[in-house]
C-alpha cells in the first residue's frame, strides 16, 4: 500500500513498496500475541480442573468397555428392525414437513423478495428461534405437550430443521442474477409469476441439495430423540445403557452406522442428479 | 406512439441520471440510443417500463400515461413492451420453449402458467416464431446449452410472443462476436419492419447503429446532445456526444489494422525512465 521514495529521491526506480504500512504490521502481530496468550491460559485452565489419574485410567476403562461390547448380541438384532424403521420415518416425514414450511419463510425472508420489511424481520425471527433450539431440546419439550412417542419427534425434526432450510435457502435466494427476474417482470408477469419463472427455476439446485442434506442430518438426529422419549432407536439405546447391556449398545451402533451410511450414499446421488 | 416529456431520473445516491428528456418516437422507428457508460442510456429505458421509477416527468404510450399508472395497469401497459437484454436474461434452466412462452405471462393466470398450460395459439405462434428466429431444432433444449447468439435469438423471440407496439433493446449486441452482432441486429431490425413496431436499442457500436438505426439519439450526462439522421454522425457530433478523442481513425470505414496500429506507434513514445506513455492525441478534428 505504502509507496515511498528512500532519500527525497523521485525516481521510480528507488520506489519501495510493502503490503502494510508499519503501524499496521504491529497490529497485525499483536493481534497474534493476544490470541496464542488466550490459547495458553485456556490450556492451563483446563489442565487443572482435569482430573489426571481418571485420564491416565482411560486407555484400561476404554478397552475393558470394548471388551464387554464383545462380541455384539446379534439375535437383539430382529427386535430393533421396527424402531429403526420408526427412526427413518421421523427423520423422512420431519424434513418433509420442516421444507413445507421453511419454504415460504426464506422467500418471505429474502431481501429481494419480501413483501414487507416487516414480515421479513417476523420471518427471520421463525428461523433464528427455531435454529437456536437443538432438536433434542425440542424433542423434550414436546413429548411433555405431546405426550412420549413418534409424533414428538416428528414434529421436533420439523421445527429444528425450518431453521436450517429456511436461512441456506433464503441465502441462495438473495444471491441470484437479478437480471433474468428483471426480465420476466418486463413481461408484466405478476409477483406470484415472477417467482415461479424469475426465482425459483434459479434456486431449484440449491433447494434440492439443501433439503437432502438436512435429511441425511435428521437421520442422524433422529437416532437420539430416543433418549428423551421421541421414538426411534435411541429409546432402545437409553435402555441397553441403564442396563449396561454393552453386547446390546454394541449392536445398535452397528445399526446406526449402516443407516447412516445408506442415507449419505443416496444423498449423494440424489444431489448429483439435481445439480 | 412513444412520448417522452420531461423525463427526470435522480437516484437516491442524489446522482442525476437523467434530466428533462423529451422525445417523441412515432410507429414503426427503430431508434439507436448512443452514448458514453454512465449517460443513462439503460436508466431511460427502464424507465419507460419502470423497472425504474422516474422522479419527474411524463411517458406516454399510445395514450396511455405511463408513470401515474397503478401496479395491475402497470402489468397490463408492459405486456405491450418487449424488452431484450444485453446478457439475455434467460431462465437459464428452463428450455428454449419455456423460455418463449414466458412472454405470455403478463396475459394468463398464475397457475396455467404454473403448470405449462397455455393456450394452442399462443403455442403455436412461440412456434412460428422459433422458426422465424432459427431456432426450431432447439426448442427442447435447456437454455444454458446454447451459444451466445442462439440465446439472445431466444430473448428476441420472447418479447415478440407479447405481441408488443415497441420494443425496448438494452445492448443486444455487447456480449456477442462482430458477426454475430451483425446478424442479431439485422433480425431485430427485419422483425420491426414486418411488426410495424418501434424499438429503442441502446448500444455501444456506433457502426452497428449508424447501419441498422432509421435514427440515432445521443446521450451525455443524462441530457440529449444529438438527435438526427444516421449519416449525420461525423467527427463534431462524436466528440459531442462521446468527448475529445481521434474520430477520424476510428471513423474509417475500412481502416485496415496495420496502418491503425502505426498510427498508433507514432503517438507513442519513450520517456526518460524507461517508462511508455503514450501522448493524447492533439487536433483530433
Request: glycine letters at 6%; aromatic letters at 8%; proline letters at 4%.
Amino acid at each position: 500500500m505504502p509507496v515511498r521514495y528512500p532519500d527525497h529521491s523521485t525516481n521510480l526506480a528507488d520506489a519501495r513498496w510493502k503490503l502494510h504500512t508499519t503501524r499496521k504490521q504491529i497490529l497485525i502481530w499483536l493481534a497474534w500475541l493476544l490470541g496464542i496468550s488466550l490459547f495458553l491460559l485456556c490450556w492451563k485452565q483446563i489442565s487443572d480442573n482435569t482430573m489426571w489419574v481418571f485420564v491416565e485410567d482411560a486407555p484400561r476403562q476404554g478397552a475393558d468397555l470394548i471388551s464387554r461390547m464383545l462380541p455384539p448380541e446379534w439375535s437383539y438384532a430382529h427386535l430393533l428392525w421396527k424402531p429403526l424403521w420408526d427412526t427413518i420415518t421421523i427423520a423422512t416425514l420431519g424434513t418433509l414437513l420442516g421444507i413445507a414450511m421453511a419454504f415460504p419463510c426464506a422467500f418471505l425472508a429474502a431481501r429481494n423478495t419480501t413483501p414487507h420489511g416487516l414480515i421479513r424481520s417476523a420471518a427471520l425471527m421463525v428461523i433464528v428461534s427455531s435454529r437456536s433450539i437443538n432438536s433434542l431440546i425440542w424433542a423434550m419439550l414436546l413429548v411433555t405437550i405431546l405426550g412420549p412417542g413418534i409424533l414428538a419427534g416428528i414434529i421436533a425434526i420439523a421445527l429444528r430443521s425450518i431453521g436450517f432450510v429456511g436461512k441456506l435457502l433464503y441465502e441462495a435466494i438473495e444471491e441470484i442474477h437479478p437480471t433474468p427476474v428483471e426480465a420476466i417482470a418486463a413481461t408484466g408477469a405478476s409477483r406470484m409469476q415472477v417467482m415461479s419463472y424469475g426465482v425459483l427455476p434459479q434456486v431449484m439446485p440449491a433447494f434440492a441439495g439443501i433439503s437432502i442434506y438436512r435429511w441425511d442430518i435428521n437421520i442422524r438426529e433422529s437416532t437420539v430423540l430416543g433418549l428423551v422419549g421421541a421414538g426411534g432407536i435411541g429409546l432402545q439405546l437409553n435402555a441397553a445403557i441403564n442396563t449396561l447391556a454393552w453386547d446390546k449398545v454394541s449392536i445398535i451402533f452397528i445399526l446406526i452406522f449402516a443407516t447412516v451410511l445408506v442415507s449419505e450414499y443416496i444423498s449423494a446421488k440424489v444431489r448429483k442428479a439435481f445439480i | 406512439m412513444l412520448t417522452l416529456t420531461d423525463l427526470t431520473k435522480r437516484y437516491s445516491t442524489g446522482d442525476r441520471a437523467l434530466t428533462q428528456v423529451s422525445l417523441h418516437i412515432p410507429e414503426g422507428q427503430v431508434v439507436a440510443l448512443i452514448g458514453p457508460s454512465g449517460a443513462g442510456k439503460s436508466t431511460l429505458i427502464r424507465c419507460v417500463n419502470r423497472l425504474v421509477e422516474p422522479t419527474e416527468g411524463r411517458i406516454t404510450l399510445s395514450n396511455t400515461e405511463l408513470t401515474s399508472l397503478s401496479s395491475r395497469q402497470l402489468r397490463c401497459a408492459r405486456r405491450r413492451m418487449g424488452m431484450i437484454f444485453q446478457e439475455y436474461a434467460l431462465i437459464d434452466r428452463l428450455t428454449v420453449m419455456e423460455n418463449v412462452l414466458s412472454g405470455y405471462l403478463g396475459y394468463t393466470g398464475f397457475w396455467r402458467s404454473f403448470l405449462r398450460r397455455y393456450p394452442q395459439p399462443v403455442v403455436s405462434e412461440a412456434f412460428r416464431l422459433l422458426q422465424r428466429v432459427g431456432l426450431e431444432p432447439f426448442i427442447d433444449k435447456r437454455a444454458d446449452e446454447l451459444s451466445g447468439g442462439q440465446r439472445q435469438r431466444v430473448g428476441i423471440a420472447r418479447a415478440l410472443l407479447q405481441s408488443p407496439e415497441i420494443l425496448l433493446v438494452d445492448e443486444p449486441t455487447a456480449s456477442l462476436d462482430p458477426k454475430t452482432s451483425r446478424q442479431i441486429m439485422r433480425l431485430i431490425k427485419e422483425l420491426c419492419a414486418e411488426r410495424r413496431l418501434a424499438a429503442i436499442i441502446n448500444i455501444h457500436d456506433v457502426a452497428l447503429a449508424q447501419l441498422f438505426a432509421d435514427r440515432i439519439i445521443g446521450l451525455r450526462a443524462g441530457e440529449i446532445v444529438f438527435d438526427g439522421l444516421p449519416d449525420q454522425l461525423d467527427a463534431e457530433i462524436l466528440t459531442r456526444i462521446y468527448g475529445e478523442e481521434d474520430w477520424n481513425t476510428a471513423a474509417e470505414p475500412e481502416a485496415e489494422i496495420e496502418s491503425d496500429l502505426e498510427a498508433v506507434d507514432t503517438r507513442v513514445q519513450t520517456d526518460a525512465a524507461g517508462l511508455k506513455r503514450s501522448v493524447p492525441a492533439v487536433g483530433a478534428v
